[in-house]
């Protein structure tokens, strides 16, 4: 039994309350998680997990093993940061999160220069266009666009992304193309609502340093970004994006921009990273990577 691997899936599953949950999480079956952790309680001779078809809770001796769990990990991880700082060598999981168009344009086309300097290093993207909790999840670092919330992390600006009002010639050749702000009524905006408590405001533009809004109806409503993009390209509305993220497509006349006098403010973006003292060094120098990788992309950076 591999006790720091077991270790990390008792975690797992304790936060998240679920085997199948924690199987997402670690992308593993979820009958290997099932078995390791059974394999665990019978070495402890001590039950950590009451189980039932709704849901998994810790035992008492579970809440008290996870605590000292916890600690053991960080340690453990601790101790690791210090070897791979005496060898320079770069090994481990790095845990990701970061919304999936910014990781296929930007990150996925760099990641090859990543891992040709540190071939022992591997990569969890988690892709989720809601926001994760990082910490509840055990990711190493989260990339955030927009106005930040208040929260324990650690945010290190990345600088901002113009934006862009884009339209497909085929919405062009359904409904024209918007030409002043008082067209808007005549068209339609896709919904973009990554959280379902979150309401559509419309079309979105700076009147100085004032952003303003102009109710528009909806053809669709997406969560994801990938299906945002999607939508427009397919002529089913108006997005607001990142330029960054559709310039090829905008090279190719895939994507049309209208309204450039009534863009949205640029958007910040930032990478947050929990506090923690025994933060392992192959999530440091990621960090740090992602920095260097925007700057490097400042002609996409406002």
């Not at 320079?88 to 300097?117: C, Y």
Request: aromatic residues 8%.
């Amino acid at each position: 039994m591999d006790k720091i691997e077991t270790i990390k899936r008792f975690i797992a599953v304790s936060q998240a309350g679920s085997f199948t949950k924690a199987s997402d999480q670690l992308n593993l079956p979820k009958s290997a998680i099932s078995t390791s952790i059974s394999q665990l309680e019978q070495y402890l001779k001590t039950r950590l997990l009451h189980r039932s078809t709704r849901q998994v809770t810790l035992t008492e001796a579970g809440e008290r093993f996870l605590l000292q769990s916890r600690e053991l990990l960080e340690e453990f991880e601790e101790l690791e940061r210090q070897f791979q700082q005496e060898s320079q060598e770069l090994s481990g999981l790095i845990k990701v999160d970061m919304p999936s168009r910014l990781f296929s344009t930007l990150i996925a086309p760099n990641l090859p220069d990543w891992f040709a300097l540190h071939p022992q290093t591997q990569i969890r993207l988690i892709g989720a266009d809601h926001r994760i909790d990082p910490i509840k999840e055990r990711v190493d670092c989260v990339i955030r666009g927009g106005k930040l919330n208040d929260s324990n992390l650690i945010a290190k600006g990345l600088g901002q992304l113009d934006m862009v009002n884009c339209v497909s010639p085929s919405y062009i050749a359904n409904y024209g193309t918007p030409t002043s702000l008082t067209d808007l009524n005549r068209h339609f905006v896709v919904d973009y609502s990554p959280d379902e408590r979150q309401t559509q405001l419309g079309f979105e533009y700076q009147e100085g340093a004032t952003p303003r809004y102009i109710a528009m109806p909806s053809l669709i409503s997406v969560s994801t970004t990938d299906a945002y993009l999607a939508a427009c390209l397919n002529g089913l509305g108006i997005i607001q994006v990142p330029r960054q993220g559709v310039v090829h497509h905008l090279k190719r006349g895939e994507l049309i921009e209208v309204l450039p006098s009534f863009n949205c403010a640029n958007m910040p973006m930032s990478v947050l990273y929990e506090s923690r003292r025994q933060q392992p060094r192959r999530v440091s120098v990621f960090i740090e990577w992602l920095v260097s990788l925007f700057d490097q992309s400042r002609e996409h950076l406002i």
